[in-house]
């Protein structure tokens, strides 16, 4: 049996907290190479998620503890859908192929992550040109964008 208990979100979370990505996570599938991803993530705020697709799999996404906003964007970059994990909406699945970035909203916000396996990492061309890289001075603007994005709008620098 698998399970996550509070006690393992909370260590996650202060792993997180630690680690220079503000991120930690915690598989439950056994390899790398299973053919589903699922997996806990811890995601301190201030971790930057580039806006990225996964064209092989959908990704399912459930808050185990805090919120978290996930915007999808159209291919220029322009936000087609808003929602916050964690309040209303507590399961959101984006299709496969979409523009998607996720911001955690609290301290301690862990969520729980499913998708089609094997592991791929994401690539440069499955990464939004649109967005500043990972390690790139406009990542912290985007992030504050993130917090007042509305369907419609798009992000400039």
């Given at each position: 049996?698998?399970?996550?208990?509070?006690?393992?979100?909370?260590?996650?979370s202060?792993?997180?907290?630690?680690?220079?990505?503000?991120?930690?996570?915690?598989?439950?599938?056994?390899?790398l190479?299973?053919?589903?991803?699922?997996?806990?993530?811890?995601m301190?705020?201030?971790?930057?998620?580039?806006?990225?697709?996964?064209?092989?799999?959908?990704?399912?996404l459930?808050?185990?503890?805090?919120?978290?906003?996930?915007?999808?964007?159209?291919?220029?970059?322009?936000?087609?859908?808003?929602?916050?994990?964690?309040?209303e909406?507590?399961?959101?699945?984006?299709?496969?192929?979409?523009w998607?970035?996720?911001?955690?909203?609290?301290?301690?916000?862990?969520?729980?992550?499913?998708?089609?396996?094997?592991?791929?990492?994401?690539?440069?061309?499955?990464?939004?040109?649109w967005?500043?890289?990972?390690?790139?001075?406009?990542?912290?603007?985007?992030?504050?964008?993130?917090?007042?994005?509305?369907v419609?709008?798009?992000?400039?620098?």
């Amino acid at each position: 049996m698998k399970q996550l208990t509070v006690t393992d979100l909370q260590q996650l979370s202060e792993q997180a907290a630690q680690s220079p990505r503000l991120r930690a996570n915690r598989n439950l599938h056994p390899e790398l190479s299973d053919a589903v991803q699922r997996l806990a993530v811890a995601m301190a705020p201030g971790t930057y998620v580039r806006p990225h697709r996964h064209p092989h799999t959908f990704e399912l996404l459930t808050p185990l503890s805090g919120r978290f906003l996930v915007l999808h964007f159209d291919d220029d970059g322009y936000v087609t859908q808003r929602v916050v994990l964690g309040e209303e909406c507590k399961l959101l699945e984006t299709d496969a192929g979409i523009w998607h970035a996720v911001l955690s909203m609290d301290n301690d916000g862990v969520i729980f992550e499913v998708k089609h396996g094997g592991y791929q990492p994401v690539t440069e061309q499955d990464s939004a040109p649109w967005a500043p890289a990972e390690n790139d001075q406009g990542a912290g603007e985007l992030m504050e964008w993130y917090l007042r994005a509305q369907v419609g709008n798009t992000f400039t620098r």
